[in-house]
């Protein structure tokens, strides 16, 4: 089974700074499409934004849109999250996901992947 396991999460203050990472136990393949999403008590697991393997396309949601950046490493399955400008509001367990089928535009809802990671806490205080 496939094991996804994210890295990097923290308390930090409005402001700062934050990398995840997370790295996945199977080898790249050219389908392959992964995410990150964010949840907070009582909430469903919101799209923060997707990196596609081919190609790099990458897409966000608004709430982070030039605060947030996805980048790769192609010699393995490994995505980075920069989080920049954190704000109290970005409070939440940071998820990474896998999906394994082709798309054409990168999924935002949750139930189009196929693996996850076990959760970061990242906690941005005022």
């Known amino acids: 089974q496939v094991q996804l396991v994210e890295s990097g999460g923290g308390l930090v203050q409005a402001g700062d700074s934050l990398r995840l990472s997370c790295t996945a136990s199977e080898g790249p393949v050219s389908t392959l499409t992964m995410a990150w999403f964010r949840q907070t008590p009582g909430k469903e697991r919101e799209f923060v934004g997707g990196i596609t393997w081919v190609g790099g396309r990458t897409n966000y949601a608004d709430a982070v849109k030039g605060r947030f950046t996805i980048s790769r490493d192609n010699t393995k399955v490994m995505v980075y999250l920069q989080m920049n400008s954190l704000k109290p509001e970005d409070t939440a367990v940071y998820y990474c996901?896998?999906?394994?089928?082709?798309?054409?535009?990168?999924?935002?809802?949750?139930?189009?992947?196929?693996?996850w990671g076990q959760g970061t806490q990242v906690t941005v205080s005022s």
């Open positions: 996901a896998l999906r394994r089928r082709l798309v054409v535009t990168i999924p935002i809802t949750a139930n189009e992947y196929d693996e």
